[in-house]
């Protein structure tokens, strides 16, 4: 038979590439990744400086927000990026750790796939390595912890806080990270919420120094008082939430009135009036000292308040409507002619408006049992607040999954040894090929202590070989590296420790990851809609011939 035509089946503009090529293209794109990340590992990280095109910059060791600011063209590059967002997420830390282990979980199947492997049989040793490391982790290296011990506790954040910009002020960042959390935390049905993104909010003011940051027992917003008259200072105040307009209603739509005699206009005057005194009325019946709502005041609403010796703030935004609701006991309400008495929260200590630089700041504090609080940053500028932010969402996250979740592992890549370790005596009982690719992940949970030891200038090699044979005696799981001077030190006694939820959540995404970049045998990319090819053309026939005449 002669062979037929070429068929081409897809698209001319189509690039595409498949097997072998595609493999290794993802896993160097996944350790260019890693590489970015590599220096801000440890006590001893580097900065990184990133400019967005609107000019605005960052300076961050943040994981997570380096990887947000990097504009990257590869696919597997973008997928190891969104596993920095889902780690973020999802425990808030380790998006570092993550990114480094998948990198490194990539690389070495690199020799695999050069000595003609199936990638299906690296991947089934991956999943299997996968399952056995958490297990080891349940059941010989982790300690469980006493939540209610607080220098336990203190100790643990401080861990986290330890590779940090806040490292500097560590003593201060833990006691704010440990206060806001146990603020926030509530156990219903026996279940327990802690949760910080809405209720512990961080407040940035530019201006004095670190030292003065502190959390405050209640909630502060940026707003004044609305009228001069009003008092700025109440003790033991009665607060009313309200998620309804102080003024007179309009009509939803264009609204006409025809009006025949001069009376009616007074008249129509006088019912808005009615009507912004009788919600005021209302107000005034519970005897409040201070109202919140989320939408406007006329001036007459305030001036009824002002009489009655009320003070008011006005468009506050419905998430600090809502933690004033947690932290003083109060209901927000959506009339006012549905007012009762247990709307009223009244369990703030003190109202107070104060001036900090050329702002005006409300403070709701000494809460007796607030459920909310406001943490308070000060600094030298925008950027070192915006960075200090990040570390202490970090450390609260940190306190969170222990409080959750309350196992430690030991940290300065102590964990990663013992795993490694672990892994290596189970690889010599597997008799089939997934041995090889079973022992890697071994060699790659080596990455962390590594990473370690280069950012602190220290030998690396012999550094290494020392701790792999500290944890060959097997007497202690507990031995890592000291960051700061790259020596070898018994976690136990150094204090150094990370919940376990962090690094369950690390090692998951980071070996599943790898496993989902080695799936991948083929890239179609460019694949444009042919009606969108074919626009510019379309137009500029129409310029040639302009509509308006017959061209038959």
Same mark, same amino acid.
């Given at each position: 038979m002669t062979a037929g035509p070429a068929i081409i089946v897809l698209n001319q503009n189509t690039r595409?590439?498949?097997?072998? /090529?595609v493999q290794l293209g993802n896993i160097a794109a996944g350790k260019t990744i890693a590489d970015v990340i590599r220096t801000c590992l440890g006590p001893k990280s580097m900065l990184k400086m990133l400019m967005d095109p609107m000019g605005g910059i960052v300076m961050t060791n943040d994981g997570n927000a380096i990887l947000r600011e990097i504009n990257v063209q590869h696919p597997a590059a973008k997928s190891m990026i969104e596993v920095a967002r889902t780690q973020d997420e999802e425990t808030g830390d380790g998006t570092k750790s993550v990114i480094i282990l998948a !990198?490194?979980?990539?690389?070495?199947?690199?020799?695999? +796939?050069?000595?003609?492997m199936h990638p299906t049989v690296i991947i089934a040793a991956y999943r299997q390595a996968l399952e056995d490391s958490l297990e080891v982790l349940r059941s010989k290296i982790c300690f469980p912890v006493d939540t209610s011990d607080r220098s336990q506790m203190l100790k643990i954040v401080k861990s986290c806080l330890g590779t940090k910009f806040l490292s500097k002020w560590m003593d201060l960042g833990c006691q704010i990270a440990l206060d806001a959390t146990s603020t926030v935390a509530i156990e219903e049905n026996g279940r327990r919420e802690i949760d910080i993104k809405r209720y512990a909010k961080v407040e940035k003011i530019p201006g004095g120094t670190i030292d003065e940051s502190e959390v405050l027992r209640g909630i502060m917003i940026n707003?004044?008082?609305?009228?001069? /008259?009003?008092?700025?200072? &109440? @003790?033991?105040?009665? &607060?009313? +939430?309200?998620?309804?307009?102080?003024? %007179?209603?309009? !009509?939803e739509s264009v609204t006409n009135i025809e009006i025949t005699k001069?009376?009616?206009?007074?008249?129509?005057? /006088?019912?808005?009036?009615?009507?912004?005194?009788?919600?005021?009325?209302?107000?005034?019946?519970?005897?409040?000292?201070?109202? &919140?709502?989320?939408k406007g005041?006329?001036?007459?609403a305030q001036h009824f308040l002002v009489k009655a010796g009320i003070s008011v703030l006005r468009r506050v935004r419905k998430t600090?409507?809502?933690? =004033?609701?947690?932290?003083v006991g109060a209901t927000i309400a959506n009339r006012t002619d549905e007012l009762k008495e247990e709307d009223i929260g009244t369990g703030c200590g003190l109202? @107070?408006?104060? /001036? =900090? !630089?050329?702002? %005006?700041?409300?403070?709701? &504090? @000494?809460?007796?049992?607030?459920?909310?609080?406001?943490?308070l940053l000060r600094g030298a500028s925008k950027d070192v607040l915006n960075e200090v932010e990040r570390n202490l969402q970090d450390a609260m996250n940190v306190a969170r999954n222990v409080m959750v979740d309350p196992f430690l592992l030991p940290g300065g890549g102590a964990a990663e040894m013992a795993l490694a370790h672990a892994l290596n005596e189970k690889a010599k009982s597997i008799t089939s090929i997934h041995q090889w690719p079973y022992r890697a992940i071994s060699r790659a949970l080596e990455v962390i202590p590594r990473t370690l030891i280069q950012n602190c200038g220290a030998n690396t090699i012999r550094t290494l070989t020392a701790l792999r044979a500290k944890h060959a005696q097997g007497d202690k799981v507990t031995w890592g590296i000291d960051g700061n001077t790259g020596n070898i030190v018994d976690q136990a006694e150094f204090g150094v420790w990370e919940p376990m939820s962090v690094k369950v959540q690390v090692y998951k995404t980071a070996i599943e990851t790898a496993i989902l970049l080695l799936r991948i045998d083929d890239i179609v990319s460019g694949t444009k809609k042919q009606s969108d090819a074919d626009k510019p053309k379309a137009a500029t026939e129409e310029q040639a011939h302009p509509a308006g005449g017959d061209h038959d």
């Open positions: 595409r590439e498949s097997g072998r /090529k !990198g490194e979980v990539l690389s070495v199947a690199e020799l695999f +796939l050069e000595q003609q707003k004044d008082v609305t009228h001069p /008259k009003m008092r700025r200072r &109440i @003790e033991n105040p009665r &607060i009313l +939430l309200l998620d309804c307009n102080l003024e %007179y209603k309009k !009509g001069e009376e009616d206009f007074v008249r129509i005057l /006088k019912m808005e009036e009615e009507f912004v005194q009788k919600m005021c009325d209302d107000i005034i019946a519970l005897k409040p000292d201070l109202v &919140i709502t989320e005041v006329s001036d007459l600090d409507n809502n933690r =004033i609701a947690r932290a109202f @107070e408006v104060r /001036k =900090i !630089g050329d702002d %005006y700041f409300t403070f709701l &504090i @000494e809460c007796q049992n607030p459920k909310a609080c406001t943490i």
